[in-house]
């Protein structure tokens, strides 16, 4: 065992450090991790000993279960000072890294705890180092501030934050060659060691750098003309675009322990109206979190030198009374108030003359007092005032900066790092750890992350600090499901801001009670909500809601929206159930009205403004989602599938199959009895999506129960709507003598009762379509042009433009190929301004087939892949199977017999998958494609060739659709 003086070394540094008593087990893990208990605490004891009798160990107190070694040592005045914010003090204790040059060969455990004091005490000095050039670079002594942050950059070759502030305090002491070469080296060391490039603010010093004149006067582009005097060296004159004449003054302006990432824009937004239009009182207003007070500090850096007296920086979080504002500015200035005069009065005589610019930081909860901030502007004519808030001042002449979150990818597919939070979040996962990278998985991660907190700076750097246990698609899900789950403990951060709750908790405590009551009501809403809604649903009036939007709690669109951030609405969600009467009610509130919006809109969805009436419903499309699931939840059967009638038309016009299917047959499981009209026209609705998704097993008894239910009611066309669903699905089902039955019962009730057109209308379509299946095509046209005439005069645009373009396939079988155009482009007209998208998909099959029709093969193509890809998108595998039709005489009319064989197989297996009969006709045109293609080749390669067409799942029948045509 070596027991010299390295191994006494050793243990005297780790109890110094921990300055406080240490048990002996701990010290064993530590120090002989592999040898058995017994030989550890042997060595131990003999370790002990011989520290004893060392003389610079005296003190050593050394108990049964434990050691404790209290010594004064630079270590100690190191970390005294940093707590007491003594950054010179700090750097004056600092020795270097800890037990620097310590040979290889202590413990592993002595190595990690090493590794990870090392790490953190020079994390300390650089902060120190960073807080000391900040204070030099205020005094304009740029000289000693590049020196103090030459040492940084050479201890560690990428800190940002310190290469910024070197080359901004180097070019203002004229060192212009040596502050390139430094950002030269550090763009090497990042490309190399991070793959990354330098922050756009970096690069833009850099530039500016670059620009400037050398001590003949000449830049690295130009020459100065001759007889143009260089500026004096250490004068300040930098930076191109922003020349500093003579050194800036800067107070209280702390050294920030990372680097400006982004907001470009709204740096030199900021910079302009301080500097250039001459704004006296800019107000950064935004949500806590957002990322205000950082970018006040780098506006209030650059805007400096438009004043004599440079500008002062005055933190305000810490100031909890509105009377104590004028000394929070005061001791920021350094002012010393004579005995008889007040601080206010002080203040003034101070900025009177002065050309001064205030940073005031967190103003927001001392608004009672601002009115100090007129004043003081109005004192000192030379001054302005940039303040940060979460909350507008109020006053006449105050410019509102809106601050929100940075601009962040909505999906994975596009280059993250031309993103400012992507930037921040990568910046700050590599400081938690510097050998972090991230892949696709990881890319869709930091993408979900950016979504979920809107580029909330606060938000992702809280994100980052859990990279080193979670990767981020993980701390995503754990954000996803909880508030708590983005936390740090950084003693270096206001308690404010340890937290999404904490930020969140500061929010709510500036609030009123009428606030705090309408900020936890309008989370129930979903993707915001109109100001009639917000009244409605949570009581509250618009004074009340404005005021919310003033603290930056709400936002409002140009649309007239009420809004917020996710995770503001989701923590106003666990405020509201803390009351569970009052969520209860206000959910109950928003269902109700959601669901007489729902029943307002729904006849204008086949009303003159079809369109207008569903971008209504698309607007609070997540709204009425939420207003169905309380409906579920609450079990009220009733009201909640009267807003899934009401919406059926709307899913059905926008493509929203799927959703409308599980809605009502969630609605539908719950307990009865409902009212018969309600229940009756629900059932046929299911019906229609179980048919549409090829479910005829379930389709059948929801349209027959329907009828059953709606020929109890006293009006003779209650059941004709779907009995005209039911005739379709018996004619798909090859029964067509059964759908003749229950279109000549729907016929006859239109007959009788005072229907009026429009049910007309709909029986005589499916009659049409009737026809069409029988090949009957005289009879189907006859139908289709009576179902036109009937849609008009209904006003019915919808079935109007279905008839038409059903009247131009009988156009095209007539040989009428422009005839034929002409109708489907009327018809698509109509369905692109409804927003139809299954008549979107049908009109481009259409087209195809007059395109085939004329010889005009690569049109056709083209058209029937359309059609192809938007009955995919639209998850209609009937859709599907009737595009693999047209597909087979397209292949015939290619004579690629190996082709028409396939899709041949395809048509007839999908079909028959879906339990769907073809029509006599397309039964007829397939045997002869197939008996032309088969005589073209061998009996076996047709056979094989049919085969695996009929192979083909639906999703392999949409791709071969795509490859034929690419």
Known sequence: MDLPLRQSLLLGTYLAHRDDWVGRDELLTLFWPDEAESTARHNLSQLVYHCRRQPWFEGLEVERTRLRWQVVSDLQRFRAAIGAGAWSDALASYGGPLLDGLPAGAAPPFEAWLDG???????????????????????????????????????????????????????????????????????????????????????????????????????????????????????????????IPTPIVLRGFAAPITPFVGRAAELEAVDELLTERGERLVTLVGPGGVGKTRLAIEAGRRAARAFTDGAVFVPLADVDDPTYLARAIGDALALEPATDESDEEALMGALASRSLLLVLDNLEHLLDGAGLVAEVLAASPGSSALVTSQAPLGFQGEVQFEVAGMRYPKAPDVPLEGFDAVALFLRSARRTDPRFTFDRADAEGIVRLCVLLEGLPLGLELAA??????????????????????????SDVPARHRSLRAMLDHAWSLLGDDERAALAAVAVFHSGCTREAAEAVTGASLRTLLALVTKSLLRRTASGRFESLDVVRRYGLERLGEDPARRAAVLDAHAEHFTDLGLRVAPELVGSAPVDAANRLAAEHDNLRAALDHAVASGDAERGLRLANALFQYWWLRGHYREGRSRLDALLRLERPLPDD????????????????????????????S????????????????????????????????????????LARVQAGDAGAKHAAQVLNHLAGLAKHRGDAESAERWNRACFQAAKDAGDEFMAASAQANLGESAMLRGDLDEARSLHTEARAIFERLDFRVGLAINAQH?????????????????????????????????????????????VARADWPAALRWIGAVRAQHDRLGI??????????????????????????????????????????????????
């Open 117 to 243: 004091e090392r790490e953190t005490l020079q994390a300390a000095w650089r902060g120190a180092t960073l807080q000391v050039a900040a204070a030099l670079e205020s005094e304009g002594r740029a000289a000693e501030a590049t020196a103090r942050l030459q040492a940084v950059i050479e201890r560690d070759p990428l800190a940002e934050d310190a290469l910024q502030a070197y080359l901004r305090c180097a070019a203002s002491a004229g060192q212009r060659a040596a502050a390139l070469r430094a950002f030269d080296t550090f763009r090497t060391a990042l490309r190399d060691e991070l793959d990354l490039a330098p922050l756009e603010a970096t690069s833009v010093l850099a530039e500016a750098l670059r620009s400037v004149r050398d001590a003949d006067g000449s830049t690295d582009a130009t020459r100065a003309a001759p007889g143009t005097a260089p500026p004096a060296p250490g004068t300040g004159a930098h930076l191109g675009i922003e020349p």
């Open 465 to 490: 600090a859990w990279v080193h246990l979670l990767r981020p698609a993980e701390v995503a899900d754990a954000l996803a499901s909880s508030l708590e789950a983005l936390a740090a403990d950084r």
């Open 678 to 705: 309600v229940y009756a026209e629900a059932l046929g609705n299911a019906g229609s999506f179980a048919f549409l998704f090829d479910d005829l097993g379930a389709a059948r008894p929801h349209y027959e129960a």
């Open 707 to 746: 009828i059953a239910i709606a020929r109890r009611s006293s009006d003779p066309v209650a059941p004709v709507a779907t009995l005209t669903r039911l005739a379709n699905l018996l004619t798909k089902l090859g029964d067509t003598d059964g759908a003749q039955h229950a279109l000549e019962d729907a």
């Open 847 to 891: 087209f195809g087939d007059v395109a085939l029709a004329a010889g005009d093969l690569a049109a056709a193509g083209a058209d029937l892949e359309l059609a192809m890809a938007r009955f995919a998108d639209l998850d209609d595998r009937l859709g599907v199977a009737e595009v693999a039709v047209s597909l087979v005489d397209l292949a």
């Open 917 to 966: 009969a073809l029509s006599v006709g397309v039964r007829k045109t397939l045997d002869g494609h197939e008996a032309t293609a088969g005589a073209h080749l061998r009996p076996a390669e047709a056979d094989a060739m049919l085969a695996e067409g009929a192979s083909w799942t639906v999703e392999e029948t949409v791709s071969r659709a795509a490859a034929d045509e690419g």
